[in-house]
Nanobody
């Protein structure tokens, strides 16, 4: 079993920055990838950024150049540095962990609100 604990959400003005953290605990061996998804009211959940165990990263086009995903393997933690935030980045952000050989896991979600 894996537990994901997110932190770092909050309210920020447009143009500001936030850093989200997600710490994984429990059975964290054989992690294929970790990532961040977001869901805005009335919209589907979408992948924001992911990082594989070989450090290959992937970003949705709307955040490229503004967000950076990174991981600390020793701490089983993934980070999302969000710069130049826009009101359209407002959403609940969810941490995701994909093991190689079992089902994926989700965090509880953290609210990010960007005011104009």
């Amino acid at each position: 079993q894996v537990q994901l604990v997110e932190s770092g959400g909050g309210l920020v003005q447009a143009g500001g920055s936030l850093t989200l953290s997600c710490a994984a605990s429990g059975s964290t061996l054989s992690i294929f990838a970790m990532g961040w998804y977001r869901q805005a009211p009335g919209k589907q959940r979408e992948l924001v950024a992911s990082i594989r165990d070989d450090d290959v990263t992937n970003y949705v086009d709307s955040v490229k150049g503004r967000f950076t995903i990174s991981r600390d393997n020793a701490k089983n933690t993934v980070y999302l540095q969000m710069n130049s935030l826009k009101p359209e980045d407002t959403a609940v952000y969810y941490c995701n962990l994909k093991p190689y050989t079992s089902r994926e896991y989700w965090g509880q979600g953290t609210q990010v609100t960007v005011s104009s």
